[in-house]
């Protein structure tokens, strides 16, 4: 070889070096999580299941029957049909590779009248899922209430009454009772604050109550029936069950303008995030909302709302702005979002930093539980691409950019254990009925076939490797 062949070899052995080097800058750049790392993704009955042989309403069924409740007019009758295609919906979470599941448990699909008589179905039903689930190796999580109390209870005061806290423990200890030999994890409430704000104060959820004081009294007799499903289930598990809640926690900002948008945010903040935090955690509620709470409570009630849990599960979709508004529910009211935030199909701000910052105070103000993202994701105008499915790059760049901020606080001592993306399959969103695409699986809605978008491929991926690329 002569001297310009050495020199060319040594020229492009030299550049093979740097770009090997770069590449692997490039994937050390990019979020690299634990092992054992739990991925998963989370759903709600209501949303997915159907009626099927449910004898008894739900607060949803009456809220849906109602004119202008829900944007398309539609209801969860069908929903995903979920009930009758549940083996096929494992089939979709197994072929992504995910190890965990939270569903939640239908209270009048077990208990038609909130109470008493339970129909077999119900429970058979959800045997049946917790079987399949564990067969195709996935961890069945079980949410006791999203939301869907039975009509029966609603009928005798629901929420707004204290012994609804009674009927809750006997429903939660059935539940575990029957299921706890299979289910480990369980999560008491999905989204407490949204059901008692959305529901009970501004009348845009079921069961369509609105006013200050149904509001409070709803809050606080979650807070209540969660505290003592907690110490039942506790003593009744012999502590074999791992035991905790999920809230809907965003971190609250005054939008910009008056100053008076300020106390504004800090009122909402104690009413969204701190009126379950503070007492869970600390055993009392925030100073802001004591004259409202102060008729509800009771000697021993702050003791009984304050148990140790196994986990916290964190839903998390944007920050929130808040303006002083003398006509809203506690003097608050959305605001404008800064200029130039972008924004899902649902009009929601898109900032991963929130969902740090929110991690962060969760370490620092209250004691950094073991913690889970157990809702994350986003609606978008998805259209079929010329493949035939839905390319969704950006719910794709959205949860690239919410596993980054989870990474970081990782990375900064966040006890954080698991991510759970919303959702796997297109369904009924609430009052926006299905107008709204939050799946990693579109729904056809005349033929309900499944099919996945681009977006289950990447979390797929990111499932099994561990790395968010």
């Given at each position: 070889?002569?001297?310009?062949?050495?020199?060319?070899?040594?020229?492009?052995?030299?550049?093979?070096?740097?770009?090997?080097?770069?590449?692997?800058?490039?994937?050390?750049?990019?979020?690299?999580?634990?092992?054992?790392?739990?991925?998963?993704?989370?759903?709600?009955?209501?949303?997915?299941?159907?009626?099927?042989?449910?004898?008894?309403?739900?607060?949803?069924?009456?809220?849906?029957?109602?004119?202008?409740?829900?944007?398309?007019?539609?209801?969860?009758?069908?929903?995903?049909?979920?009930?009758?295609?549940?083996?096929?919906?494992?089939?979709?979470?197994?072929?992504?590779?995910?190890?965990?599941?939270?569903?939640?448990?239908?209270?009048?699909?077990?208990?038609?009248?909130?109470?008493?008589?339970?129909?077999?179905?119900?429970?058979?039903?959800?045997?049946?899922?917790?079987?399949?689930?564990?067969?195709?190796?996935?961890?069945?999580?079980?949410?006791?209430?999203?939301?869907?109390?039975?009509?029966?209870?609603?009928?005798?005061?629901?929420?707004?009454?204290?012994?609804?806290?009674?009927?809750?423990?006997?429903?939660?200890?059935?539940?575990?009772?029957?299921?706890?030999?299979?289910?480990?994890?369980?999560?008491?409430?999905?989204?407490?604050?949204?059901?008692?704000?959305?529901?009970?104060?501004?009348?845009?959820?079921?069961?369509?109550?609105?006013?200050?004081?149904?509001?409070?009294?709803?809050?606080?007799?979650?807070?209540?029936?969660?505290?003592?499903?907690?110490?039942?289930?506790?003593?009744?598990?012999?502590?074999?069950?791992?035991?905790?809640?999920?809230?809907?926690?965003?971190?609250?900002?005054?939008?910009?303008?008056?100053?008076?948008?300020?106390?504004?945010?800090?009122?909402?903040?104690?009413?969204?995030?701190r009126a379950y935090l503070d007492p869970l955690f600390h055993g009392s509620y925030p100073e802001r909302l004591a004259a409202d709470l102060a008729p509800l409570l009771r000697p021993d009630d702050?003791?009984?709302?304050?148990?140790?849990?196994?986990?916290?599960?964190?839903?998390?979709?944007?920050?929130?702005?808040?303006?002083?508004?003398?006509?809203?529910?506690?003097?608050?009211?959305?605001?404008?979002?800064?200029?130039?935030?972008?924004?899902?199909?649902?009009?929601?701000?898109?900032?991963?930093?929130?969902?740090?910052?929110?991690?962060?105070?969760?370490?620092?103000?209250?004691?950094?539980?073991?913690?889970?993202?157990?809702?994350?994701?986003?609606?978008?105008?998805?259209?079929?691409?010329?493949?035939?499915?839905?390319?969704?790059?950006?719910?794709?760049?959205?949860?690239?950019?919410?596993?980054?901020?989870?990474?970081?606080?990782?990375?900064?001592?966040?006890?954080?254990?698991?991510?759970?993306?919303?959702?796997?399959?297109?369904?009924?969103?609430?009052?926006?009925?299905?107008?709204?695409?939050?799946?990693?699986?579109?729904?056809?809605?005349?033929?309900?076939?499944?099919?996945?978008?681009?977006?289950?491929?990447?979390?797929?991926?990111?499932?099994?490797?561990?790395?968010?690329?």
């Amino acid at each position: 070889m002569n001297r310009r062949r050495l020199l060319q070899a040594a020229t492009a052995a030299t550049a093979l070096a740097g770009t090997v080097r770069a590449s692997r800058a490039a994937e050390d750049q990019k979020p690299h999580f634990p092992r054992d790392f739990l991925w998963g993704t989370s759903t709600s009955a209501y949303q997915i299941e159907g009626r099927g042989d449910r004898s008894a309403d739900c607060i949803w069924d009456s809220f849906c029957r109602l004119p202008g409740t829900i944007r398309d007019g539609s209801n969860g009758d069908i929903a995903c049909d979920d009930y009758h295609r549940f083996l096929e919906d494992i089939a979709l979470l197994a072929g992504a590779g995910l190890k965990a599941y939270r569903f939640s448990i239908q209270w009048p699909r077990v208990l038609p009248e909130g109470a008493g008589e339970i129909a077999q179905s119900g429970l058979d039903f959800y045997s049946r899922l917790a079987d399949a689930l564990l067969e195709a190796g996935i961890e069945p999580w079980a949410c006791l209430y999203h939301w869907d109390l039975p009509q029966a209870l609603q009928d005798r005061g629901g929420w707004l009454e204290r012994s609804i806290a009674d009927r809750f423990v006997d429903y939660a200890t059935l539940m575990a009772g029957r299921l706890g030999d299979r289910i480990t994890r369980w999560a008491m409430f999905n989204e407490p604050n949204v059901h008692a704000i959305i529901g009970h104060g501004l009348g845009e959820h079921a069961p369509g109550l609105r006013g200050r004081q149904n509001m409070f009294a709803a809050m606080h007799h979650q807070n209540l029936a969660q505290g003592r499903a907690l110490a039942a289930l506790r003593q009744a598990g012999g502590g074999k069950l791992q035991l905790g809640t999920v809230l809907s926690l965003q971190p609250v900002l005054p939008a910009e303008g008056l100053d008076a948008n300020t106390e504004a945010a800090r009122m909402w903040d104690a009413v969204w995030n701190r009126a379950y935090l503070d007492p869970l955690f600390h055993g009392s509620y925030p100073e802001r909302l004591a004259a409202d709470l102060a008729p509800l409570l009771r000697p021993d009630d702050l003791a009984a709302i304050s148990q140790p849990i196994d986990f916290l599960g964190i839903n998390y979709y944007s920050r929130m702005h808040q303006k002083a508004d003398p006509d809203g529910l506690v003097g608050s009211n959305w605001g404008a979002l800064p200029t130039g935030t972008k924004t899902t199909g649902m009009g929601w701000s898109i900032e991963p930093d929130g969902l740090y910052e929110m991690l962060i105070e969760l370490r620092d103000r209250y004691g950094n539980p073991a913690m889970f993202v157990t809702e994350n994701g986003a609606s978008f105008h998805d259209e079929v691409g010329p493949s035939g499915r839905v390319e969704d790059g950006e719910r794709i760049a959205f949860l690239r950019d919410h596993l980054a901020a989870c990474h970081r606080a990782l990375a900064e001592g966040v006890n954080l254990h698991g991510y759970f993306v919303w959702t796997i399959l297109d369904n009924f969103e609430w009052a926006f009925g299905y107008t709204q695409h939050f799946g990693l699986v579109q729904v056809d809605r005349d033929t309900l076939k499944r099919v996945p978008k681009a977006s289950y491929d990447w979390f797929a991926a990111v499932a099994r490797s561990g790395v968010a690329d």
